[in-house]
Each structure stands twice: as C-alpha cells, then as structure tokens.
C-alpha cells in the first residue's frame, strides 16, 4: 500500500452562480521515501492540492488515504491530529513563533502530540535542532536568525514529530539563490536518510532536486514524470 | 489536558508580558470594578456587623411600652397629645401578664454632673428601678448595682457609664466618692463595663444610672422619657405583645373604639427598618459596583478580540502544528482569565488595604474570607465570560485562511 493514496479527487467551490473546480479528479499515488515536487500555474489547483495532502482542508469528493487511514470524511480535530503526528509542514514564510526561542518553536508539535511527556520534549527538539545544525541557536527568537536559519528551525519543527511526509510549500522562496540551495541541499539529506517529502514550487531548478515532478493543470494531472535525478 | 493548562499558562503570561502596557491598562478596568464590589460587601458586612452590636442594647424579648413609637407615620400631634406614660403601672403589667419575665420602669433626662475641678454636662441620667439589669445587658464593671431597698428608700447612690468615670475620675478610684447631680449629692457605688454606641450614635457609656424613686424624688416636671421595659420569652413575643396592649388599654381605661394612646416598640422595628434601608442601600451599591465590573469585561472582551485578530496567523500556525479548536478557545481563556485574576488579586489587595483603613478611621469593617473569595472568583468569571467570544472566534478560524493572513 502506498504512503498516500488519492482517487478521484474533486475540490469545488460555489462562486455565486459559477462553479469552480479547483480540483477536478485528481489521481495520484506516493510510495515512502519519495521525493515528489508539484507543480503548475496559478490557479492549476497546486495550492489546493497541497492544502488537501496537508489535511488542512476536505475535498468535495473522492478518497484520500494516507498511511493506510481515509482521511477525506474527517472531522477538524481528527485532521487535527493527522496533521500533528504525520505532517511536518515547511512554509515559504517559515512562519515561526516570533516572540518564542528556536527551542520553544520545534517543541510546539510535540506540546500539541500530547503522548510526549514534558521532560523529553527539550531533548526531542533539540535532536531535531541538531540535525538541521542548529544547535548553537537554540536561545535565539526568529528575529536574531538569519533567513536560512529561519527556515532551518522550520525544518527541525517539521521533523520533530517524525511525521510520515514533509511537506514543503515553496521553502526557497523567501531565501536568496545561496541559501536557497543551502535548504534544498537538507532536503535532499533528509530524503536520504528515508523521509518522504512533497515539495510545491514554481522553479523548475527546485523541482529538478525531487525524483518525480507531478504538474497540474486547470485542476487536473497535465503530467506526472520521472526527473533525470531519478533516472540516472 | 494537565500539561496543556501549564503550557497555555505560559503562552499566556508570554503574551501578557510581550504586552505590559495593554495588559495593565485593560486590567486596571478589573481591579476598579473588583475594588468597588469588594469594599461595598465589606461596607455592607461592617454595618451588618455595627447594627447586630448595637441590637444587643435592645434584648430580643423585650417589649417597651412608650410613648412613641419608634418608627411610623402616624400623626405627630396625635402622638405628643397621647398621655405620658404612668410608670406605677409596671407593677399592674406584673401582675397581669402571664409572659413577663420582668418588668422594669424607666425615666431619663440630661443634667450635668460635677467633681471637684472636673464636671461633665449633657449627662443622660437613667432612673430605673432595681430589676433593669435583668432587662437590659448593663453590665456592672467595678463596684455594684443598687439594691431594692435603696430604691424604696430613694438613696442618693449612682452608677457611672464607663466614659463618664473616666471624665470625672482620670485619676482616683470612683467608688464611695461623692459627685453632684445638679445640685444633688450622690455617692459612687458602680461603674459600668464599656458597652460602645448605639448604632453609632449615642453613646451608651455616657450615661449615668440612678434609683427610680431618687429619680422622682430629684427631678420634677413633665420632660424626659418615660418607659416600661417588659421582657418575655422570645419565642411568644408576638403573643406577649397582643396580652401587653390589653393590659395596657384596661389599665388606662381605653374603649374598645379608641386606637391605642401608646406603643409598645421592640428591637423588630429596627430590624425591619434596618434591613429595608440595607436593601435599598446595599443592593443598589451592589449593582451600580457590578456595572463597573461589566464595563471592565467589556474591555477585556475588547483587547481580546484585538488579540485573536492581531494572532490570525500564529492561530493557523498552531492549527497547521496539530491544535484543536478545544487547545485555541483554551489558550485564549486562560489568557482573559489571567488578566481578569490577577485585576482581582490587585483589586483585593488595594480594597484589604482600604478596609483597614476604614476599619481603623470610619467604624468596624473587615475583609471577611469569603468576600475575598468571592472577588477572586468573580474576577476569574469575568475573564471566562469576557474571553468566551472571542476564544470561540479565535478557534473556529480556518487554518488555511489564517495562514494566508497578512
């Protein structure tokens, strides 16, 4: 069975009188430890697609399975908790604390896991720090970082929970080309160390670092393809 | 859910702290409605607490038959035509009644008093005869109280209020010394126990007490106040009270068309007096002092919502990390809450702090436990209701959305 399973995956939205199909069956499957980018043009469906996978949103219809769970027909705090314990996002605007440490940012998953006892959270997050070679940073709020550390401790609260897919939407956008390679260079690690990521963006040099490439048009798959990383 | 309370005690004091001044400013509504509300139960309970002593001067099952009554509406020139009491009727009521316990007359006017250099004036001399302290809650101090003979007898003997010793004796032992009433020698046989004033006002140990026969023997004339003081059991009182008024009417030969030309009073009058004024009084106070406390929820209310809107998008972060909306109507809760207590503990600090105060210059009044109680609870209740709608709010945003929030 593969990590995710999505069939016949519908998202419409009811625009006074117009229909609008953001996602107009979608079939796609993720085995573990693939590295898939998605892409397409704004309004292809990418964003919903991502929000979907994320289960931060419901589609209108068809079936989405992951690790096994249909998680389609959830209710918000059953994604709520699909979302704490399988995902770790990374956003284009890291969208950190900022009035909490780098320590206190990666420990927030694991205070919202409620199985992790408060005594190994510090520990936990501070392993998730080290792997993203923050370990210096830990007393830092996201104002004394830098860009890439800032995504760097996004990274490390993606990881904390051990999620089953990283999901990162458009992580290099806020960053310079250097660090922008700098965060794809620990993505390919994190992908060599047997995590399974989906990647959103619009760069073609980004998306070129994924095994496979699914692009998306006018809600539907235009092509789903194997990148040349994965074919040599 | 233990673990979370702290977490979110946390992120609460974080957010307070990140925000001094707001938070001062938005509590301050707190502690102002927390201190009226606070200072008006503890005002209310001081009184309660003045009104109660002062009803210990006035026994339970004591009837009084006056002149006038104490409260009404009747009349005044019907009353003042009324007869003065007859005060050889107390032995008559004795007789009669199948209640009384005793039966004490009473006469009373001011006159001045003197010793050597020192004098006292405006003294209320109380003539009563030899069974008033079993009708009253006198208590003799130093020295005794007059026997039955010496009232017979009229003997020129006095008992001294505790002020008036002190006024007319700084430094000698009163007893066996001999003052003037007016111009009438009397010797020092007792000293009252200080007693305190009655509901404020007048001062029970400014008073001198003398034998009833002396009384009329000294004091001639119409003016003063004459009384029978009859005490009952408590419990027939209302009975003892109808038997009282027969004895009375029969004894002054009163038809049985005429109204009653006197009154029989008892400490009832102002209890029910008392409590229509603290109702009046005290509910009032209370509902104006709650409204400020509304006024305070409402600012509260206010900045949270400014809160939950300004935090759109730390809300979906959280979402997106695995909250629920139980965990987001949580955080902001324990927030408002926050605020709202710690208002109170200031507001009940200040108000402790105004209740000595009071205490030490105004008249008895303490911050009883569970005013204190009340307050903190109160403040906290506050915080849950003012920080409900917005929580709620807060919780029901949709992380996508709040994410995208600029």
């Known amino acids: 069975m593969p990590l995710i399973q999505v069939k016949d995956l519908y998202k419409i939205y009811q625009m006074g009188n117009t229909e609008v199909r953001a ?127 800032r995504q760097r401790v996004a990274i490390a609260r993606a990881l904390v929970n051990d999620p089953a897919i990283i999901l990162a939407d458009e992580p290099t956008g806020n960053l310079d080309s250097k660090t922008g390679e700098e965060i794809m260079a620990l993505f390919d690690d994190l992908h060599a160390l047997g995590n399974t990521i989906i990647l959103v963006t619009h760069e073609e040099y980004i998306a070129e670092h994924a095994q496979r490439i699914v692009r998306l048009l006018d809600g539907k798959i235009a092509v789903d393809e194997l990148t040349k990383k994965k074919k040599k | 859910m233990g673990g979370f309370f702290w977490e979110n005690m946390r992120i609460a004091l974080s957010e307070l702290w990140g925000h001094k001044t707001r938070s001062i400013l938005t509590a301050t509504g707190i502690v102002i409605g927390i201190i009226a509300v606070s200072l008006m139960s503890t005002l209310i309970n001081g009184v309660d607490g003045l009104f109660e002593n002062s009803m210990k001067f006035l026994g339970r099952g004591n009837l009084y038959v006056d002149k006038w009554p104490w409260f009404g509406d009747e009349d005044w020139w019907t009353l003042r035509n009324r007869p003065r009491i007859e005060l050889d009727m107390a032995e008559d009521i004795e007789e009669r009644s199948t209640y ?219 979402k997106a990390l695995g909250a629920t909306r139980g965990k987001i109507l949580g955080q902001f809760l324990i927030e408002s809450m926050l605020i709202t207590a710690s208002g109170g503990i200031v507001g009940l600090l200040v108000s402790t702090l105004a209740s000595l105060a009071i205490n030490k210059f105004l008249f008895p009044a303490s911050m009883s436990f569970g005013v204190a109680f009340m307050a903190i609870a109160l403040s906290a209740t506050v915080g849950l209701i003012a920080g409900l709608a917005p929580a709620r709010k807060g919780s029901l945003l949709d992380p996508i959305e709040a994410l995208r929030y600029e």
């Not at chain 1, 520990?123 to 830098?146: F, I, Q, T």
């Open chain 2, 100 to 318: 009384a316990i005793a039966v004490a007359a009473q006469r009373g006017r001011s006159a001045d008093l003197s010793y050597k250099e020192y004098s006292s004036e405006g003294i209320f001399i109380n003539g009563v005869s030899a069974n008033y302290p079993d009708v009253s809650t006198i208590d003799v101090e130093f020295g005794r109280f007059f026997t039955g003979s010496e009232d017979r007898t009229g003997a020129q003997v006095i008992i001294l209020g505790s002020d008036v010793a002190k006024a007319l004796f700084p430094f000698e032992d009163p007893i066996d010394k001999e003052i003037f009433v007016g111009s009438s020698r009397f010797r020092v046989i007792g000293v009252l126990a200080e007693m305190g004033k009655f509901l404020g006002t007048f001062s029970q140990d400014a008073q001198v007490i003398i034998p009833i026969k002396t009384f009329n023997k000294i004091f001639h004339g119409p003016w003063g106040m004459r009384r029978i003081t009859v005490k009952v059991p408590e419990e027939h009182i209302e009975d003892a009270k109808e038997e009282l008024r027969g004895i009375v009417r029969v004894l002054r030969g009163q038809k049985p068309e005429e109204k009653d030309n006197f009154a029989i009073n008892q400490q009832k009058a102002f209890r029910q007096q008392y409590q229509g004024i603290k109702l009046a009084i005290g509910g009032t106070g209370l509902v104006i002092t709650a409204l400020s406390l509304l006024v305070g929820g409402i600012g509260i209310a206010n900045i949270m919502f400014v809160s939950v809107k300004e935090r759109t998008r730390e809300i979906g972060v959280r």
């Open chain 1, 23 to 149: 996602l107009d069956g979608v079939s796609l499957s993720i085995e573990k430890n693939e590295y898939v980018s998605i892409m397409g043009p704004s309004g292809s469906g990418k964003s919903t697609l991502m929000n979907l996978l994320g289960c931060l949103d419901t589609p209108s219809s068809g079936d989405f399975y992951m690790d096994g769970i249909n998680v389609a027909t959830m209710t918000d705090n059953e994604l709520a908790h699909i979302r704490n314990k399988k995902i770790g996002f990374v956003f284009q605007t890291f969208n950190l604390l900022p009035k909490s440490t780098s320590l206190r940012n990666v420990e927030l998953p694991l205070i919202y896991n409620g199985e992790v006892k408060a005594q190994f959270r510090k520990d936990l997050a501070m392993k998730a720090l080290n792997r993203v070679n923050l370990g210096d940073r830990v007393g830092h709020k996201p104002n004394e970082l830098s860009g890439g550390q």
